[in-house]
């Protein structure tokens, strides 16, 4: 394909959510390219949830056999457990917890296979819209020509400040620290989060962490607040520090697990700042728009790629029937009421003053989910 093409789709970033729309639209025959910041992606990875809906486009899209399986969740408040079913469409593949990692290989063997260029080193300055068209002007003043341009670009997205020049659109941090730990095991582990004093804890079965991977292994995960600065600097070794004083309120399993993480050299410890933001105004414009962490950049839930997912799938049909600003309106209207409540459900679970502080804490909330547990007949919808 030519980088200049006045009918082709421009995805700036080539993340998850712009790679699963250029992998959807050259399968529908439309003609897209990827422009991309980075030059490389060797980054670190960790566990993700990725809902039974988003498992269904990425079946959608050939990449099957990722990951690990999960169809309950076990919830834990001290010694005393709650499980349950989670709730999926009927005849739907469940819900998978994987690896960013083993996600983007997948999805960039699709990206391969059906000949999308990617242009790498292409940090994007400016987008001109004009009667014919979109122009994508990267920072050393390279021009790429299309129809349409899809901001991709994540929550510090430079898509969302153009279309929403003047409002309260950029990235905000979080409060928070998220942290993982990847560890190799073959015990299969459903989704548990575990209730604890001053923190909460989840853990599950992720599979393989890459293709390459030899075993298949299990996440650990939680988060600590601490400023922005305490967070950019903290050290891996500062990491183990906090959470062994934390796991002292864990339970034997779980202070067992952090041990044994922290005893071995070839557990894959993660941990960035966490970014998020409000959902902005205008996801598009006449010949832009935008979709994943650009258009709803609220910190991770459990749901940020599966939001993602389907973003791709709704514009990529958007794409495919035609665009009017019916339709425009209607993706915006549909994507940004599920990604605001979602979003802002996980912002609220996340507060300091919303973690659980006593063991009378741990004991109230038990109960009020046994109650909930037997009222929902043992089934939760995540």
Known sequence: MMKNNKDQVIIAGAGIAGFSLAIQLAEKKIPCVVLEARTSFGVATTGVRISAKGVRVLENMGIRNIGENTEKLMM??????????????????????????????????????????????????????????????????????????????????????????????????????????????????????????????????????????????????????????????????????????????????????????????????????????????????????LMGDAAHPYGPGGQGISMALMDAEALCNLFVVGVTEEKKAHYQSSRAAIAKAKGESAEERNKPENQIATKWGLMFKSLFMKVYHLFKGGKMKL
Not at 249 to 262: D, G, H, M, S, V
Not at 270 to 289: A, C, T
């Open 76 to 289: 834990y408040f001290g010694s005393s457990k709650v499980a349950f079913d989670i709730e999926n469409e009927k005849g739907a593949s469940p819900a998978i917890i994987v690896t960013r990692l083993a996600v983007f290989e997948k999805l960039f063997e699709r990206i391969n296979d059906l000949g999308i260029t990617v242009i790498y080193n292409f940090t994007l300055d400016n987008v001109i819209e004009n009667a014919d068209g979109v122009v994508a002007v990267s920072s050393e003043g390279v021009n790429i020509q299309g129809k349409y341009l899809v901001g991709a670009d994540g929550v510090g997205s430079k898509v969302r400040r153009l279309l929403n020049q003047g409002s309260n659109s950029d990235k905000r941090y979080a409060g928070y620290l998220g942290i993982g730990f990847i560890f190799s095991s073959d015990e299969k582990v459903e989704m548990s989060l575990f209730n604890s004093i001053n923190g909460n804890i989840g853990l599950g079965s992720i599979g393989k962490i890459s293709a390459n991977d030899t075993h298949k292994n299990n996440f650990l995960w939680t988060h600590i607040h601490m400023t922005e600065a305490e967070a950019t600097a903290i050290t891996d070794q500062e990491i183990y520090e906090q959470i062994g004083e934390r796991a002292k309120n864990w339970t034997p399993c779980l202070q067992q697990i952090f041990q044994a993480c922290k005893a071995n050299p070839q557990t894959v410890l993660y941990h960035l700042p966490v970014y998020n933001g409000m959902v902005p105004d205008k996801w598009y414009s006449d010949k832009l728009f």
